[in-house]
């Protein structure tokens, strides 16, 4: 199912992806930016490239608290940019700047990547190097923060339901939402977007 609030941003200058670990943001939004022609950026490689640690590094040496303050100021950086597809990690939206800055940007579509959270919990668990999300280790709070999180997932333009889709099939149901490709490709965008997480 796709569920969609559109009216507004008619022609989005970019798209965040928001949605739990293992949505599918980080390889959807990749491919998302490679049909529209416009550049990919992952939140989470922002801040290792930033901070020269892994997020599960930081997350041990830091702590949370001090990752999600990191976290939104990368975020409030970054989304300034043009013909940009911006995939956040799962856990952007609880924080209440990220939340306020994000819903406030003009030109900016916001996208709710939903499935099952056994189904995501499975995908991760299923992807090499899934040990690198310190959040999906502490099983004991994982369901109480998924459902904390969902109002604020919910608050997205657009919502699509991925549990039975591919990859492509959800880049299809955001780029049919949006109307086809109504967008003006950026001058150049190729070859940036090589998935790390
Ligand atoms: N629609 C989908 N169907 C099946 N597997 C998917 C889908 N989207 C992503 N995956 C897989 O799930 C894992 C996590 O995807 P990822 O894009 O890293 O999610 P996120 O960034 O939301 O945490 C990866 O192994 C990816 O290939
Ligand atoms: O849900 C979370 O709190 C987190 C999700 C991760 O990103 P993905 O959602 O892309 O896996 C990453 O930001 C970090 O491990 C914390
Ligand atoms: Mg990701």
Redesign the pocket.
């Known amino acids: 199912m796709t569920s969609s609030n559109m009216s507004a941003t008619p022609a989005p200058q970019r798209i965040v992806l928001i949605?739990f670990?293992?949505?599918?943001?980080?390889?959807?939004g990749r491919l998302l930016a490679s049909a529209l022609g416009w550049r990919f950026v992952d939140s989470d490689d922002l801040i290792e490239a930033r901070v020269g640690h892994t997020i599960a590094e930081i997350f041990t040496t830091q702590g949370e608290d001090a990752f999600r303050a990191l976290e939104s100021e990368v975020i409030r950086q970054q989304c300034c940019e043009q013909h940009l597809v911006l995939?956040l990690g799962?856990g952007a939206i609880e924080h209440p700047s990220t939340r306020e800055h994000l819903h406030t940007l003009p030109d900016t579509h916001i996208v709710y990547?939903e499935a099952p959270l056994d189904v995501m919990v499975a995908?991760?668990l299923?992807?090499p190097g899934a040990a690198i999300r310190p959040v999906l280790a502490d099983r004991v709070r994982l369901a109480h923060r998924f459902t904390s999180r969902i109002p604020h997932y919910r608050t997205a333009h657009l919502t699509v339901a991925?549990a039975h889709?591919?990859?492509e099939q959800?880049v299809e149901r955001i780029l049919a939402a949006l109307g086809g490709t109504p967008f003006e490709p950026a001058p150049s965008a190729a070859g940036e977007n090589l998935p790390t997480?």
């Open positions: 949605g670990m293992g949505a599918g943001k980080s390889t959807t995939a799962g990547l995908r991760c299923e992807q991925t889709l591919t990859p959800v997480r």
